[in-house]
Nanobody, 117 residues
Framework: QVQLVESGGGLVQPGGSLTLSCTAS????????MGWYRQAPGKQRELVAI???????NYADSVRGRFTISRDNPENTLVLQMTRLKLEDTAIYYC???????????WGPGTQVTVSS
């Protein structure tokens, strides 16, 4: 059974940095497109960044230039490096994987990121 576990969330001041990791088990990592999503209180879940099996990355306008998504296939790990964090980046961040062929999708339980002074 595929399991995703996010880590690295926490409390950070505006302008600070955090690195989130998502580790996957029981899946061939290289066959999955991967992404980070977030959901702030009272808001819908939104896409933050995605990374395809071929290495194509795309970002939400609100984070482009501040966040970087990367993957380590042998380690089955997806990483989101977040810099110059803003108050509005506060949310629960979720890792998502989607099989490139079947579109079968899995979600992690989420990790809280709080940006506050």
């Amino acid at each position: 059974q595929v399991q995703l576990v996010e880590s690295g969330g926490g409390l950070v001041q505006p302008g600070g940095s955090l690195t989130l990791s998502c580790t996957a088990s029981a899946m061939p990592f290289m066959f999955y497109n991967m992404g980070w999503y977030r959901q702030a209180p009272g808001k819908q879940r939104e896409l933050v960044a995605i990374l395809s099996t071929g290495g194509y990355a795309n970002y939400a306008d609100s984070v482009r230039g501040r966040f970087t998504i990367s993957r380590d296939n042998p380690e089955n790990t997806l990483v989101l490096q977040m810099t110059r964090l803003k108050l509005e980046d506060t949310a629960i961040y979720y890792c998502n994987v989607e099989h490139y062929k079947t579109s079968r999708s899995f979600w992690g339980p989420g990790t809280q990121v709080t940006v506050s002074s």
